[in-house]
Nanobody, 126 residues
Framework: QLQASGGGLVQPGGSLTLSCAAS????????IGWFRQAPGKEREGVSC????????YYSDSVKGRFTISKDRAKRTAYLQMNSLELEDTAVYYC?????????????????????WGKGTQVTVSS
């Protein structure tokens, strides 16, 4: 089970950190990713991190602004979001697939994810 939290209302240029806590399984062996869905749009991959934490990948839209990390002992993944833009407004989800390695494929294959956490709303507004 995955539980995402940390969303909220923030002004453009602001920052937020999302958390994704895993229960029932370890994050050590599987990649985990962050996805988002804006109103009227399809769910899209944002970032992923490998089981070891040694590999990360970002979509072009967030590269340089968002940072994914994980605390293996706490079984928690994080998404630090800086320089937030209006276009970042969406419901953010964490999800994991037990087979796919972190990379561009991981972010593309939204329907392949094995487990999804409940989303957390991020609203960027002035």
């Amino acid at each position: 089970q995955l539980q995402a939290s940390g969303g909220g209302l923030v002004q453009p240029g602001g920052s937020l950190t999302l958390s994704c806590a895993a229960s029932g399984f370890s994050l050590d062996h599987f990649a985990i990713g962050w996805f988002r869905q804006a109103p009227g749009k399809e769910r899209e991959g944002v970032s992923c991190i490998s089981g070891s934490g040694g590999t990360t990948y970002y979509s072009d839209s967030v590269k340089g602004r968002f940072t994914i990390s994980k605390d293996r002992a706490k079984r928690t993944a994080y998404l630090q979001m800086n320089s937030l833009e209006l276009e970042d407004t969406a419901v953010y989800y964490c999800a994991t697939d037990f087979l796919l390695p972190c990379g561009s494929d991981y972010l593309r294959r939204v329907s392949a994810m094995d487990y999804w956490g409940k989303g957390t709303q991020v609203t960027v507004s002035s």
